[in-house]
Each structure stands twice: as structure tokens, then as C-alpha cells.
């Protein structure tokens, strides 16, 4: 069984496992596998950009923004959103639904722009972890929680509350710029990309857990519960 095969594995059967080291060339290899074995399986519901801004790229060691695949199960509206892993993280983003967006066309192939909260969950047994193995981990796509329209750009500031206690406050400001600007970088990357996009971090990453539960007030408001 391949590297691939093991995350494949433990994502089907929602275990952990231990990290591995991985070189870019192995880390790409691997991801490309392991996310053609989940698109196979349960169908491309979008993706999800990761590394958006310096911090970020310094605390995972990355030289750039990365990109995970979301399956259609990953993506949900449900208030109650399952959580599938031992570790998670809860993040606060901007969500794209993109319906055949290149680099020509991206002002007007976007359907809506939601506000979401992705929920990373990586199939190691830590977050300890470099930006390469979490590329081969399909950049520890989760679950995605689509909540309501939002105005785009976000002229005013959102805060996040996890179990009623603000955990951060912020909006968008990302190495390349806002989150259409990451929309722009993935379709520059893939030439045409479809479904929910969850464009990047401006809130977060926290830690989360079973029962843990999650608000965001701002132009839109949120609440979910992890379950």
C-alpha cells in the first residue's frame, strides 16, 4: 500500500496516522493520487485554498498558496456539521461558487460569493506539520459550512466566537490581495475550476472539537454546531 493508499484509507475510515516526510515532488504525487481517489469516489464539490497570507506560509514552512480538492460530502449547509477526524481546526472564509471560471472570465462566471466557515481535518495525528504534508493530505480538506450571501468586498470587519468567547476579528488581507485575487491565482493554476471555492483564512485557524460551537457576527451572521 502507497502513501496515497494510507490517507485514502484512513480518510475512509476516519482514523489518524502518523505523519511522514514527504519531499515536493513526493508531496505532489501523492496529493494528485490521493485526490483523484476521493474526486472517483464521491465527486468534485469544489476547492479550498490554503496559505494565504505570511503567517501562515512562515508557521507551515510553505514558499506559496496551496490547494486542496473538496468533495461533494466535504461541502454542507446543515447547522450541524459532523466532524470526520481527530484534529481539526475552524476557520472563517469567503466562499466562491464558480461555474466554469478561467483567468479571462472571472468577473462573471461567479454565481454567489457566501460567507463559510471550513473546518480542515487532517488525517494525521497532528497538527505538527509542514506545508508539504499537508499538500499530500489533500491540504487537510475537511468539511465546508456554506452560510448566506454576503456583499463582496467585505467593507467591515467580522468577529468569531467559539463556545460564546472571541477567538479573533478581522477581513480579508491576503499576500495577493482579497479573496478574488486568490480565486484568480487558483484559475490561474487548474485553467477552469468549478463549484464552491473556499478562497482562504482571514479568521482563524482554532482549534475545535465534538460540541464545540461557532459564531460569527458581522454584514452576515452564523452559527453552527460541531457534532
Known amino acids: ?3 496515497a493508499e494510507i490517507l485514502y484509507k484512513a480518510y475512509k475510515e476516519r482514523k489518524s496516522i502518523n ?22 469516489d464521491e465527486g468534485l464539490g469544489g476547492y479550498k485554498i490554503s496559505l494565504v497570507t ?9 514558499k506559496e498558496p496551496m490547494y486542496g480538492i473538496l468533495t461533494k460530502p466535504m461541502i454542507t449547509e446543515d447547522k450541524n456539521v459532523e466532524l470526520w477526524f481527530e484534529n481539526h481546526f475552524a476557520e472563517l472564509e469567503v466562499v466562491f461558487l464558480a461555474n466554469h471560471c478561467t483567468p479571462l472570465n472571472i468577473s462573471e462566471c461567479i454565481k454567489n460569493i457566501r ?19 499537508l499538500k499530500a493530505d489533500d491540504s487537510a480538506a ?11 468586498p467585505i467593507k467591515n470587519e467580522y468577529s468569531m466566537y467559539i463556545n460564546d468567547k472571541l477567538v479573533g476579528k478581522g ?3 491576503f499576500i495577493y490581495g482579497e479573496p478574488l485575487d486568490m480565486l ?3 484559475a490561474s493554476k487548474l485553467g ?36
Do not use: C
Not at 508531496?27 to 476521493?38: D, R
Not at 468539511?143 to 463582496?152: C, P, S, T
Open 1 to 3: 500500500m502507497n502513501r
Open 19 to 40: 505523519p511522514f516526510e514527504v519531499t515536493e515532488n513526493q508531496a505532489n504525487e501523492i496529493f494528485n493520487e490521493f485526490s483523484s481517489k476521493l474526486i472517483k
Open 54 to 62: 505570511k503567517e501562515h506560509l512562515i508557521r507551515f514552512h510553505g
Open 115 to 133: 460567507l463559510g466557515i471550513e473546518i480542515p481535518g487532517t488525517r494525521f495525528n497532528t497538527w505538527n506539520l509542514n506545508a508539504l504534508q
Open 142 to 152: 475537511g468539511r465546508l459550512y456554506v452560510g448566506d450571501k454576503i456583499e463582496y
Open 171 to 173: 477581513k480579508p488581507n
Open 184 to 186: 484568480k491565482w487558483l
Open 192 to 227: 477552469e475550476i468549478n463549484g464552491y471555492i473556499s478562497s482562504g483564512v482571514f479568521i482563524g485557524p482554532f482549534v475545535v472539537k465534538k460540541g464545540d460551537k461557532i459564531t460569527v457576527e458581522g454584514d452576515t451572521n452564523i452559527e453552527i454546531k460541531l457534532v
